[in-house]
Structures are given as C-alpha cells and as structure tokens.
C-alpha cells in the first residue's frame, strides 16, 4: 500500500517559554496508507484538535515533518493544502458559508485548492451533478439547490459540508468530531454517510471522537492520544475484536495508572 | 454610494471608513479631469480607479499588516485628505462652472436638467449593479462572498482570504469614490471636506433598505439600496421642510439617523416570519 501521509516527531508547544508552557504533542510519529481510515480518540487536552490542525496548517509547526504523497507540505499555508486536504468541522456552522445557497457551497468546494476565475460560480452541467450527489443523502435536498444554507438544519448543514470535503476527492479528508453538535438520532445518519462515501471513494481519512463506540465501530485502525503522545495504536484484526472495556483496559496498562475520569472519554 | 458601503460592511463583515476619504477623493478627481479637458465619462471612470487604490490600501493594511479595519480605514481616510487636497491642487473646493459633465452629456438628448441627473443617476445605477450581479455570480465573486461569510471555512477551501478582502475594499472604494465623482459633477464643484458622514449615510440606506425588504437574492438586495438611499433623502428632506436653521442641519441629519437606524430594532420581531413571539416590544 502505498503511503499517503508520514508524520516525523510533531510538536507543538503553546505559550512557550512562558510559566504556562503546555507541550500539546510531544513527538508524533504516524504514517498513514492509502485507504485508512484512523480513527482518534482521547482526553481533554491530549492534543487531538491540535494534531488536526497542525495536518491542516491552521497551526504552524514548530518542530517535526509533514509529508503528503511524498511532498513536504510542513510549509505550506492552509489555503495550499486544501488541494489535497478537506475537513469538517465539529460545528455545522463552521463548514458552510451561510448566507450562500446549497448551490453556490457545492459549486466552492467544486473548486477547493484550484484557481477561480470570472467564470459563472455555479454551472449548468453542475447542477445535475450536484442534484445527483444530494441525492444519495436522502435528506431531500436535491430540490433546494437555491435554498440558503442558513435556513437548513445542523444535521442537513453537517451532511452537505461532507458532500462538499468529498466532492473533489481529497487525498486526505480530516473529520473534527463533527457529529458531536448533532443530536443521537441524525449523528447516527451522518456517521453513515460518513463511511459510505469514504468506503466509495477509497478516502484515506483521520476521525477525531468522542464517542469511544463510534471510534471502535468506525475505520481500520484506532489511534488514542495521552498527554501528546500516541498511547495506542490498533489496526487490522486487534481493532476489529476491540470493545469499550477491552480499550480501557490497554490505555490503563499503557500509562500505568487509573483514569482520572472516565467520564470524559465516554462521555 | 451606498451600494459601495453595502460591500464591505455586509458581505466582507467589516466597517470601512476609507468611505470619508475615497468619496471626495473621487469628487476631485472627476473635477481635475474634466477641468483639464478629458471626457466627464472617463473622468468618472478615474475616479472610480482612484476609489480601487485608496481600497487597496485598506486592504493592505488590514490584511498584510494586520491592523484591524476600522483602524486601516481611519488611517487610509485621514492620509487621503492630504492627498485629496493635493489633486485639488491645495484649493477647498474647485469649480465646474459651464464645464461639460456627464448630466450635461444626458441634457444634450433633450432632457431637462433635472431629468437629467434622473436619468444619468438611473443608468450608472442600474450598471454597477447589474456588473457586482455578474461579478458575485463568478467564481471569484463566490469566493468574496464565501470569505464575508465564513474565512475559516473558506480557506479550508483553498480560497484566499486575504486577497479577497483587499479585492472586495477595492471594489468597494471603486463605488464609493464613483459615486463621489458623480455627486461633485451634479453639485457642480468638488468639496475637499464632502466626505464627512459619508459612510453613515450609507449604512442608514442599507438600514432603510434592509427594513423594508429581506432575504432577497443578491442582485434584489443591491436594488433595494438604491431605493434606500432615496427614502433617506426624502426623510432628511421633510425634516428641513420644517424650518431647521441651517447650523442646525447636521444635528438634525444625526437624529434622523439615530431613528433610522433604530427604528428597525422596534419593527424586527413583527417580521420575522412567524418566528420568535417576542412579546416585548409589542406590548408597548
């Protein structure tokens, strides 16, 4: 399998130098093949959000190597990595322009990392396009290509920002807890979905989460964070027969004492 | 004008002052031009280019440098005046007596004056907006739109953010000192100080307009500005209907304001389509 993403000894570091110095990752080493699809779990503070945007480039690196498809794009600034990389974010809100109709955010993410012009936005041969991938939601929305985004719910809102990361295949597609603002029954459906357009299109995909259930039920491969390290790194069979207990079970063993809380890893 | 403010206070999100500047910096370069003979048509095309730079550099400020817009849109508008005075060739204000405009070009189909200046206003009007409709419907007109709306999700879609925003303050400025341009050939002088309280007249017809219409397709919204702005001058002009001494008059234009801009606070719960009962307001 070749490889898609190689990260080298990431750091991040907050207020450095200061008495609140907070090492947030403290040496990653991840390679990731084409088709993973990693699901992340961990605490409050154990530097999943962070390893998100350092892969995205909202946070510049400070130390360490990230290599795309064999390119360094330690670099590069957000708007070039979203050639190859789309994300969606925990809030609805985040992942659509909100005053644009359905159309016009399809017809931008259409266009992700490629040069715009003075060519119409939205085209005609887009339409049906667009029609067909709304479609397969089953949320109703192939009729409403002209409604504003604002006017449709967080699940709907939440469902076409991941029609939008997918649309031009991404060769990496970075999912920021984003069915945790959902209520239980529709992030059900956007989980689903989720899996089915990363299975169809063979995505290499990262999964932050709350839910440990999600995480184990979701993806090849489970990867759990401490204190900015890697604590555990599952694939293949031992993945598949993980459960709940079984995990914390390996997370105790690897840090070697009691969780302080469990409440927030199941919560 | 107010189509100019229109941009970048509610599509970029931001509050650009550079409107006091650019305004009579259009005025005076309209002005000088057609003073040295050049056609009041392309005199007001410079002026509309003189907007786009004074634009540019807000837009340079703000995004390259980092200072925040009101301050970028402070600091460009008071350079501005200097600059300004400069095109006017250090004079106050400069006459266009018995010079060609492009009114007078409209009076020379027939018109009378003020038909005129109905007609000319009408069809520079109905063209910048039919051009931003064209222009918002591009690619990059989405963009701009998308990076007002939301930058974070709109650089995680590869646009880029701050060129867009010194584009939209360049086409914003371009309006304004546009309109500038056009207010010095119809006043029939330019006005080094016409700038002040530009930028709220602006925002009242946005106001005005926004009360009286919602959730209208773009090139609708832009319309209704146009109507906007003409409803306010009407209300200023009843109010001076009513005998207010002339130094009066600006305090009598900020009241207006203040109730233009306030009233639509009162009136928003009833028109909000069936949505929230807000039972405070209506009980009054």
Known sequence: MPEVLKIKNLHQTFERGTVNENRVLRGIDLNLEAGDFVTIIGSNGAGKSTLLNSIAGTLPIQEGQIILNGNDITKLPVTKRAQNISRVFQDPKMGTAVRLTVEENLALAMKRGQRRGFRPGVKKQDRKFFKKQLAQLNLNLENRLETEIGLLSGGQRQAITLLMATLQRPDLILLDEHTAALDPQTSITVMQLTEKLISEQHLTAFMVTHNMEDAIRYGNRLIMLHQGRVAIDLAGEDKQNLTVPKLMELFQKHVGSELEDDAILLA | ?284
């Not at chain 2, 500038?180 to 009242?204: E, H, K, M, P, R």
């Open chain 2, 1 to 284: 004008m107010a189509i100019g403010v229109y941009l970048t206070f509610r599509i970029l999100d931001l509050a650009d002052m550079t409107a006091e500047g650019s305004f009579p910096l259009g005025g005076a370069i309209a002005t000088m031009c057609i003073i040295k003979g050049i056609n009041p048509i392309l005199a007001t095309g410079a002026a509309f280019i003189g907007g786009l730079i004074a634009g540019l550099v807000t837009g340079i400020l703000n995004t390259k440098l980092r200072i925040p817009s009101l301050l970028a849109g402070i600091i460009t508008m008071t350079g501005l005046y200097s600059i300004t005075s400069r095109v006017m060739q250090n004079a106050a204000n400069v006459s266009l007596l018995g010079k060609d405009t492009v009114f007078t070009i409209a009076q020379n189909w027939g018109l009378s004056r003020n038909n005129a200046v109905i007609a000319m206003g009408l069809i520079i009007a109905l063209l910048v907006i039919f051009l931003l409709v064209v222009f918002f419907k591009t690619e990059i007109g989405l963009a701009m739109r998308a990076t007002g709306d939301n930058p974070q999700m709109s650089a995680a879609n590869g646009i880029k953010t701050q060129g867009m925003k010194i584009l939209g303050y360049m086409i914003s400025n371009g309006c304004i000192a546009l309109s500038g341009g056009l207010l010095a050939q119809n006043n029939g002088f330019a006005d080094l100080n016409s700038g002040v309280g530009t930028l709220v007249i602006g925002l009242a017809s946005i106001i005005i307009a926004e009360v009286l219409i919602r959730n209208l397709p773009i090139g609708g919204r832009l319309l209704t500005l146009v109507v906007g702005a003409i409803i306010y001058r009407l209300i200023l002009a009843l109010v001076f209907q009513m005998n207010v001494e002339p130094s009066d008059a600006k305090l009598a234009s900020a009241l207006v304001l203040v109730v233009c801009l306030t009233l639509p606070n009162f009136h928003l719960p009833h028109n909000l389509k069936g949505g929230k009962k807000d039972a405070g307001s209506t009980k009054n």
